[in-house]
């Protein structure tokens, strides 16, 4: 079935480090792909998606690309702040299926 | 604007116990969700609805019971909650199938 798989963490950066957290997923087709931000007490909120190969999703300094040929969807941000500490969850929708399909999560702390 | 909300926030059972979770939301959304989230786990599918009146099995729906009377309004019920139940229940709701799902801030349920 599909799912989606993603970089274990916690991940721990520096303010101003590069970001990447890896995605990858399986599909029969090609579906829609997503990441959302869970800050601490709250619910998810979507961050940035992409719907079709070679999109580029981006959305507060955060980007995704949609690669087809990698089944990837990697998130990345030149420069974080500790406003960025937080759960990201990469998830991807079939276009004929009413679910979307969540990784894990990948936990981020930043530090000053 | 309200958004999504979830009653109650915090709730602690015995096995055995019943309990409803409610779930409203105020933008006329036709599709709502329920997930739980474990740790390591992402979220889970338990069951959704396309409409009012109208509800489906998601992943993992085995000890769960929904109804959807109201638009507005999504009920996930325990009737004999079992400790594999403790988890944080998250709702959702979009317009449709294809656009962003909006989370409310989740109940975090313990069963002794």
């Known amino acids: 079935g599909d799912s989606v798989t993603q970089m274990e963490g916690p991940v721990t950066l520096s303010e101003e480090a590069f970001l990447t957290i890896n995605c990858t997923y399986t599909?029969?087709?090609?579906?829609?792909l997503f990441w959302y931000v869970q800050y601490p007490g709250e619910g998810l909120q979507l961050l940035l998606k992409?719907?079709?190969?070679?999109d580029k999703g981006s959305n507060k300094g955060f980007e995704a690309t949609y690669r087809k040929e990698t089944t990837s969807f990697h998130l990345e941000k030149g420069s974080v702040q500790v406003s960025d500490s937080a759960v990201y969850f990469c998830a991807s929708r079939e276009t004929s299926y009413d679910k979307v399909i969540f990784g894990p999560g990948t936990s981020l702390s930043v530090i000053p | 604007n309200a958004g999504v909300t979830q009653t109650p926030k915090f709730r602690v059972l015995k096995t055995g116990q019943s309990m409803t979770l409610l779930c409203a939301q105020d933008m006329n959304h036709e599709y709502m969700y329920w997930y739980r989230q474990d740790p390591g786990m992402g979220l889970r599918l338990i069951h959704y609805s396309v409409g009012e009146g109208t509800t489906a099995k998601g992943e993992v729906p085995d000890g769960y019971n929904v109804s959807r009377l109201k638009k507005q309004n999504f009920l996930l019920g325990l009737e004999s909650a079992a400790p594999s139940q403790t988890s944080v229940y998250f709702c959702a709701s979009s317009w449709t199938k294809d656009n962003e799902q909006f989370f409310g801030p989740g109940t975090r349920l313990t069963v002794l």
């Open positions: 992409a719907t079709k190969a070679d």
């Open positions: 599909a029969t087709g090609y579906p829609s």
